[in-house]
């Protein structure tokens, strides 16, 4: 595999285990079973580390979590079992000495680590008294670190947008720039200290706000010469396609460019199952930059062609029939039909006469009247009147495009290059060129593969703004078909996931631990079936209140777990049922749903 990164961080062992330098991409997990009950945590870990888990994380609330750490390294050390073991700690310091003591690493959020539960209230300091806040967190901080040191465990400093302090939140807003100076902070106290086994991770529910996270604290090491590896991942990114799509697009689309050295795939979802899209994506993401980089390009300065345009999407279709299972509201959602292979039958001139009368647009390399037509850079028609798109690929002379004025360009990514699209965008920028660009890329493989490559790829390029419009593509192998639905389907996904089109409910969904109080898995797949027809809506389905009402934010409708069995339901991150029964509690959720106004009947309606 090719490890090259961008980002070179330095070497850090997590027991035997080494991340960073040039060490392999490691793949992690973290258990589900509560802590305290040894048996059944030893047996999901080695479950784990049999499916190819090469660190594993377990949660310690408090003394007794973290007294059973203990049970838990001796009883896997029976099984002849050396995968390392992780803590991971919030809001209770001394879990986290205590824990130093059996495991290899410790996980702390600095925005709750040494400080209360983040209330969202504006908390106003002056200078001295943001010092005096920060001597406090080292206090309590350098117990840790003398621990760590004594027994050489590495410490992560996990930030997570939505679970920052309120003295961080007061002051710099609940933004990236917060994430970033809330770890700076914590580093540097370890720093003062001598102490370097850091790793760091900067982890949102958005795949987008991911990869700005992480680029923006790449960006600040590179400044100040640090070089600590880094965790990658996407929290509360749901269960089955939902959640691979989503952390592909966020995880992948940092791997892809360089950053990156150990990885989560969360899914709602037995831990085991996030093993096997974790292992893909490093596989397929193998391919990384090469060129050390001084800087990482951050999408707060997008191409200004770009900027206020809306994501296309465009489909190719060979016959007509293809287009007949797929639904109105889905339909709506495709921008521009490119059309192949069509013999202007009498269903297939029926077929645009339809999609004409619905205001879609067309385009094809055949003559089809009413159709605009597709030309390449040789072809075009010197009639400088005339409506028309141009194909072009990686190997065309641009400059041609200086005279020409195309409705789109269908650019054709020739092995999913990734630098010939940032070519062509800067060709586009410098010769302030205003042409919608389409992206086309194809794929060959499987579809759980093609899922994987396509998200973290398009998840680069629609980041970037390297275009404004995709056209994805997979070709044919001989043991799998993929159909134009499955096509579509997968452009839809990983459109919802970039947040750039919705056509279904948004799910915040968190992959639950030994912190859950209820049956998380079971409640999303029955949330999922009774609203995901609500493309307008994000709903966030949470273990606890750890995290959850925070992580939540820019959620209409919250699932809370708020003690065993028992939910909360929030509108707009604001309480307002407490204690029902889980029984109840979907059901709850609806007529909540209702309540608000924000309920549509579910209408199957096609082409």
């Known amino acids: 595999m090719n490890n090259l990164k961008k980002f070179k961080s330095r070497e850090v062992f997590i027991s035997h285990v080494a991340i960073g330098a040039n060490n392999p991409i490691r793949i992690q997990s ?5 802590t305290e009950d040894i048996k059944a945590t030893t ?18 609330q408090g003394k007794k979590q973290a007294y059973a750490l203990e049970g838990i390294k001796n009883a896997l050390l029976k099984k002849n079992s050396k995968i390392p073991l992780v803590a991971d700690i919030h809001f209770y310091p001394p879990a986290a000495y205590i824990a130093a003591d059996f495991v290899d690493k410790i996980r702390i959020n600095p925005g709750n680590f040494a400080e209360k539960r983040a209330v969202f209230k504006e908390t106003l300091l002056t200078e001295t008294q943001y010092q005096d806040e920060l001597k406090k967190i080292e206090e309590k901080l350098v117990l840790l670190i003398d621990k760590l040191k004594k027994n050489k465990v590495a410490l992560r400093i996990g930030v997570n947008h939505g679970s920052l302090s309120d003295r961080i939140m007061t002051r710099y807003g609940n933004t990236i720039t917060g994430m970033v100076l809330s770890a700076i902070e914590y580093t540097n106290i370890l720093r003062k ?31 100040l010469g640090w070089d600590y590896p880094l965790h990658l991942g996407v929290t509360e990114a749901g269960d089955k396609d939902d959640g691979i799509i989503k952390s592909s697009v966020g995880i992948g689309a940092l791997l892809l460019d360089g950053i990156g050295d150990t990885i989560r795939v969360s899914l709602t979802e037995n831990p085991t199952k996030e093993i096997k899209p974790a292992k893909r994506l490093v596989k397929l993401c193998s391919n990384r930059s090469k060129e050390p980089s001084i800087e990482f390009i951050n999408n707060s300065n997008p191409i200004k062609s770009f900027l206020n345009k809306k994501t296309l999407l465009a489909l190719k279709i060979n016959k007509s029939g293809e287009l007949a299972t797929i639904s109105n509201d889905k339909l709506n959602l495709i921008d521009i039909f490119y059309v192949e292979n069509f013999k202007t039958s009498k269903e297939d001139l029926e077929l645009i006469k339809k999609l004409k009368s619905i205001k879609k647009t067309i385009i094809s390399k055949l003559d089809i009247e009413g159709i605009t037509k597709t030309y390449s850079l040789e072809t075009y028609p010197k009639n400088s ?13 641009f400059e041609k ?31 302030n060129i205003n042409t919608d660009i389409i992206l086309d890329l194809k794929y060959t493989g499987s579809l759980e593969d093609i899922k994987i490559l396509a998200s973290s790829e398009i998840g680069l390029i629609l980041y970037e703004k390297l275009a404004n419009g995709i056209l994805l593509e997979t070709q044919e192998n001989a043991k799998e078909t993929k159909s134009q639905i499955d096509i579509l389907e997968l452009s839809l996904n990983i459109l919802q996931a970039c947040n750039l089109k919705k ?5 915040i969904a968190c992959p639950s631990c030994g912190r859950t109080l209820f049956n998380i898995q079971k409640a999303l797949k029955k949330i999922k079936e009774k609203t995901s027809h609500l493309p307008d809506l994000k709903i966030a389905v949470m273990g606890c209140i750890v995290n959850g009402p925070g992580e939540m934010q820019g959620s209409d409708f919250g699932y809370i777990g708020a003690n065993t069995g028992k939910i909360d339901l929030y509108v707009n991150q604001k309480c307002v049922e407490k204690n029902i029964d889980e029984k109840d509690a979907v059901d709850k959720l609806i007529s909540l749903i209702k309540k608000q106004g924000k309920w549509k009947e579910k209408i199957n309606s096609y082409f």
Not at 30 to 34: L, Q
Not at 43 to 60: D, F, K, M, P, Y
Not at 385 to 397: C, M, Q, S, Y
Not at 403 to 428: D, G, M, T, Y
């Open 30 to 34: 973290m258990t589900n079973t509560k």
């Open 43 to 60: 047996s999901q870990i080695l479950a784990l580390e049999e499916a190819g888990c090469e660190i594993a994380r377990v949660t310690v």
């Open 193 to 223: 200290h001598d102490y370097h086994s850091i790793v760091f991770s900067m982890k949102c529910s958005s795949s987008f706000l991911t990869i700005e996270a992480y680029r923006a604290l790449v960006n600040e090491m590179l400044k």
């Open 385 to 397: 009147e005339a409506r028309f798109a141009l194909e072009i690929t990686p190997k065309d002379d």
């Open 401 to 431: 495009l200086k005279k020409l004025n195309p409705l789109f360009i269908v650019f054709k990514l020739l092995n999913s290059n990734i630098e010939k699209a940032r070519e062509f965008r800067s060709f586009i920028q410098e010769n």
């Open 503 to 507: 056509y279904k409910t948004e799910f």
